[in-house]
């Protein structure tokens, strides 16, 4: 499993049909291409969401990504994230 960075920036459409049941949807959609969710943030400034979420492969994230936009009307990028300590042996390989 690999960590991936989920934020989202929400459409007007979007704001209007915010709900506790429509959060618990878009966890059920992550959930179905193999994502276990870590924790989920409403925020302030550019971005409105941040999810932190572990997905079996590339593949599966970008599914649940796009799932996760076309039902909810949020504007997600998605990024892979690599845990510092494996970024620094990578980079001894440089």
């Known amino acids: 499993m ?3 960075i989920l934020t989202g920036k929400y459409s007007l ?3 209007n049909a915010m709900s506790a049941a429509r959060t618990d949807q878009a966890n059920d ?3 179905k291409f193999g994502g276990e969710i870590q924790s ?3 925020l302030l400034g550019e971005k409105d969401l941040l999810f932190i979420v572990n997905f079996p492969d590339t593949q599966n994230a970008m599914k649940a990504s796009i ?3 076309k039902m909810t009307g949020i504007s997600f990028s998605t990024t892979e994230a690599i845990p510092v300590e494996q970024f620094d042996k990578i980079m ?3």
Do not use: F, G, N, Q
């Open 2 to 4: 690999s960590t991936y």
């Open 13 to 15: 459409d979007a704001m």
């Open 29 to 31: 959609l992550i959930k």
């Open 40 to 42: 989920m943030y409403a």
């Open 67 to 69: 799932a996760v936009s």
């Open 92 to 94: 001894t390989e440089v």
